[in-house]
């Protein structure tokens, strides 16, 4: 494998200069070591940071996922990252961010290897051959019914092997390096997140939702048309995914054909 001491940490000086974006990661923090980069963000954006900065760590001591999870963070290897955006959206719209940004992340991933098998599962995550590689967690701020700011956090496993992983995740999560083969440039992936990224941004609050970006959700997720279980606060559903609404939510088909839409929780592949 190449060697990840050739390959530019992804600091400011590695990431800027192959940035194309207008505003998105302009203001760049890098730090070697954080508690959870969302968390420093949601500070700096109550601080009244500008829409943008983005806040990159090498490691995390309390790296954070969904549902109260953590996010395995050891250093040096992969990217751990959270930026802050200020949308004039109503606070229903937020959780179509993370969305937005699986789709953003695997344009930008498949630059890196064309035909990585990489597919998004609803609502934030990237698999790739039955692992997850990367997961999105979006937090806000509202004040009374207007959305004061929202914090993308998203932590990608790029460079760590299997055997570096605990044991407990060796089955469940993923690497891209195990994909390639071969050592990635962070820097270089996390400059084509943020183009991506901004570009999409733009459109969605064009066109204030998911509409433009319907289809190719249907070519990247994992689920479409697989039978799945769903977890959501004690119920359960089970039934076939069909796609997803403007709104970002999930149609799941039920035995007696009816279409019911899932607002929240965590999916099961069940066959
Ligand atoms: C999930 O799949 O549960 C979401 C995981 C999100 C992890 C990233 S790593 C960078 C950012 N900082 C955090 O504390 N969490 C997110």
């Known amino acids: 494998m190449e060697n990840l001491a050739t390959l530019a ?3 400011s000086a590695a990431v800027t200069p192959l940035l194309t974006t207008r505003f998105l990661g302009r203001q760049f923090i890098y730090e070697q070591e954080l508690v959870s980069t969302n968390r420093s963000a949601l500070e700096l954006a109550a601080a009244g940071c ?10 995390q001591t ?30 229903a719209m937020v959780p179509q961010l993370a969305l937005l940004a699986a789709l953003s992340l695997r344009r930008a991933l498949l630059e890196q290897g064309p035909t990585w098998p990489l597919k998004c599962k609803w609502p934030n995550d990237l698999w790739a051959e039955g692992r997850k590689i990367s997961g999105i967690l979006c937090e806000m701020n509202c004040r009374g019914m207007e959305t004061s700011h929202v914090v993308v956090g998203i932590g990608v496993n790029v460079n760590i092997s299997r055997e570096e992983l605990p044991p407990e995740l060796r089955d469940s999560a993923g690497s891209l390096c195990q994909l390639a ?17 901004e570009r999409d941004y733009e459109q969605w609050l064009a066109d204030g939702g998911l ?40 149609r799941l088909e039920q035995s007696d054909g009816k279409i019911v839409t899932i607002h929240a929780g965590d999916v099961h592949v069940v066959r």
């Open 9 to 11: 940490p992804p600091s």
């Open 50 to 59: 500008p829409a943008g900065l983005i806040v990159v760590a090498e490691s």
């Open 62 to 91: 309390g790296g954070r996922g969904r549902m109260t999870r953590s996010w395995f963070s050891p250093p040096g290897r992969n990217l751990y990252f959270s930026f802050v955006l200020r949308p004039s959206i109503a606070p």
């Open 181 to 197: 083969g071969r050592a990635l440039p962070r820097a270089e992936i996390l400059a084509a997140i943020l183009n991506h990224f």
């Open 211 to 250: 509409a433009s970006f319907l289809a190719e959700w249907r070519s990247a997720s994992v689920l479409d048309d697989r039978a799945v279980k769903i977890e959501q606060s004690g119920r359960i559903y089970q039934g076939v995914a069909r796609g997803i609404t403007p709104e970002g939510f999930l």
